[in-house]
């Protein structure tokens, strides 16, 4: 009853930008938090960055300063803006949401399907 569409993935140098988005849809009630999480190949899974609806943010150390997470609430959507990208960057990037459907009201969590992130040295 929810999905989360992420896009904005791509190839690019080291020193570059991106922007990705994740766009939630469905029976929707609250968004209490939203982020991004990133797997590398023979890696386990890493948050990146979240945001909690009281706007709070906790940022991997490996991307502060680089990375900027950003809400449209009337839109459902995060952003993450990725400046000054590294090959250690490089990983499929996951959308996370924690959200309480119209249907259940209880709170759980949703994952997109990934945008693969690529950064060349």
């Known amino acids: 009853q929810v999905r989360l569409v992420e896009s904005g993935g791509g190839l690019v140098q080291a020193g570059g930008s991106l922007r990705l988005s994740c766009a939630a849809s469905?029976?929707?009630?609250?968004?209490?938090?939203m982020g991004w999480y990133r797997q590398a190949p023979g890696k386990q899974r890493e948050l990146v960055v979240a945001?909690?609806?009281?706007?709070?943010?906790n940022y991997a150390d490996s991307v502060k300063g680089r990375f900027t997470i950003s809400r449209d609430n009337a839109k459902n959507t995060v952003y993450l803006q990725m400046n000054s990208l590294k090959p250690e960057d490089t990983a499929v990037y996951y959308c996370?949401?924690?959200?309480?459907?119209?249907?259940?009201?209880?709170?759980?969590?949703?994952w997109g399907q990934g945008t693969q992130v690529t950064v060349s040295s």
């Open positions: 996370n949401a924690r959200i309480i459907t119209t249907a259940t009201l209880t709170s759980r969590d949703y």
């Open positions: 945001i909690i609806s009281g706007g709070s943010t």
């Open positions: 469905g029976s929707i009630f609250s968004v209490n938090a």
